[in-house]
């Protein structure tokens, strides 16, 4: 991505997942080797726990978004990426990923990046700065 | 965290990828650039990571009965932050070093919420910094 092809205030939405499973959370539990029993063990997170279902990493959903941001400008272009996890994500979620340009230089850019449920909930908020290509 | 030998090995990039949904592009090679978030799966390599169970460690998650609730388990994860100094890439061989950052306490709607910093070095073979990481975690403390 080059700074002619951005300007602030332009937005790009992606839809990184749609009706979360389960199976995808366990996906990531062994992937990442976060077995933490609250996302992948349904009777320790409602009956011990008191959830009312697992929910996701809040690590599977910064990693969602990230596939959107790299999507964006190039996994080997990224300089920053960080986030606030605002709410749970549930199975069943669908999550769409929101960035807005809020800064182009001459050789980077700046993101806001938002995360939202079906409902529109935002579930993450955070940012990405990346070089660009010129 | 603490991971004295992290490889970034082509399987784990896969298998990592393919949790995040990502198209089934084959098995990466040498060199291609790991997922953003990737240096957190350094856990795999951390002998003592306490999310995942080990021989001759009680393990809270459900078996014959519905598990144990752990007192101070970490907390909720509340932020992280990653500053890539350069990409992460398979093949790269990195250590993973943690060490505690700010801690401060703000009142929330159902007590007080006790946030905890810690700050992750990943480096490469040649000592050179790879990725910051900053994770803020919360916990719950009782009135």
Redesign the interface.
Known sequence: MTPRELAVGQRFETV??ADLKRT?IV??A????????LH??E??AT???GYPSVFA????T???T??A??GLVG??N????????TAQVWPGDTLTVRCSVVHVGARDAEFSVSTVNAEGTEVMAGYAHARLVT | MAARRFPVEAGHVLAFTRALGAADAGLPVAGDVAPPTFAIAGAQFDPDYPLRPRPGVPWHGSGGDAGLVTEGAGGLHAEQHFVYHRPVGVGDVLTGASRPGREWEKQGRSGRLRFREQITEFRDEADELVVTARSVSVQREAW
């Open positions: 990184v997942v995808q996906q990531y062994g992937a990442s080797g976060d077995y933490n029993p992948t063990d009777i320790y009956k011990m726990a990493h809040g690590m599977l910064m990693g969602l990230g596939q941001v790299t996994a080997e990224l300089l920053r990426f960080g986030v606030r996890f």
